[in-house]
């Protein structure tokens, strides 16, 4: 026990000596940009909700259940897909996630029904 507490001092030590690499600095943009990304597509259904509802003669109220779709898909992968990094590796969850959120926002650009648009919204990532 004392000596797990003495490597954690040790690394602990070791990260705060350390100065960021830049291979740290990609990483981080990497996530921060995938984070903006998986955050814009709230933003655009907002914007494009009532332009949706004319175009597809429903109303607006009715795109409810695609905002609420979202919401439900990052809470399913959060319980249920991310502990897959633990087995996988994290390197490998990022790079699937990074495909399916690309699937996701190409898939958008053909829906034209609200089911088809709250099953992409619910995409799990």
Do not use: H
Not at 14 to 19: E, T
Not at 61 to 79: D, E, H, K, Q, Y
């Amino acid at each position: 026990m004392a000596n797990t507490v003495a490597n954690a001092e040790d690394v602990r030590s070791l990260i705060d000596r350390s100065r960021i690499s830049p291979m740290q600095m990609a990483v981080f943009g990497i996530c921060f940009l995938m984070n903006a990304i998986d955050g814009m597509d709230v933003l655009v259904i907002s914007y494009a909700a009532p332009v949706l509802a004319e175009q597809w003669s429903i109303a607006p109220a009715a795109l409810g259940v695609v905002f609420s779709a979202a919401l439900l898909g990052m809470t399913c992968g959060a319980i249920f897909i991310a502990p897959f990094a633990d087995r996988i590796g994290r390197r490998a969850m990022i790079m699937i996630s990074i495909l399916l959120t690309g699937f996701g926002v190409l898939a958008t650009s053909v829906v034209d029904t609200i089911e088809a648009l709250m099953i992409k919204s619910r995409r799990v990532s």
